[in-house]
């Protein structure tokens, strides 16, 4: 059973910065790549940010490309998401998504990914 456990949201003012983390257990971490999405009030989930299995590959939404980074650590089974000079439009429940394929491929669609954590709050204040 494949577990994801997200953390570091909170509340920011706008230009700050969080990192967020969500740690895997259940499978070998190295072979597949990670997401992240996030979902806002009233709207619907959004892909964010995602890598390849060995991390090596990246994709990012327009939104927050030069803005947040997807990174990972292998040997602690972690992957994270720093964000940096926040805006209010990224207040939203961030969520890390795992896929059941192990690929060298970059998914951004949430209909690829399996796994998912419980969630974390993000707010940033104007």
């Known amino acids: 059973q494949v577990q994801l456990v997200e953390s570091g949201g909170g509340l920011v003012q706008a230009g700050d910065s969080l990192r967020l983390s969500c740690a895997a257990s259940g499978r070998t971490f190295s072979n597949y790549g990670m997401g992240w999405f996030r979902q806002a009030p009233g709207k619907e989930r959004e892909f964010v940010a995602a890598d390849n299995r060995s991390g090596g590959s990246t994709y990012y939404a327009d939104s927050v490309k030069g803005r947040f980074t997807i990174s990972r650590n292998n040997a602690k089974n972690t992957v994270y998401l720093q964000m940096n000079s926040l805006k209010p439009e990224d207040t939203a429940v961030y969520y890390c998504?795992?896929?059941?394929?192990?690929?060298?491929?970059?998914?951004?669609?949430?209909?690829?990914?399996?796994?998912w954590g419980q969630g974390t709050q993000v707010t940033v204040s104007s």
């Open positions: 998504a795992g896929p059941s394929m192990s690929t060298f491929a970059v998914f951004t669609t949430d209909t690829r990914y399996r796994y």
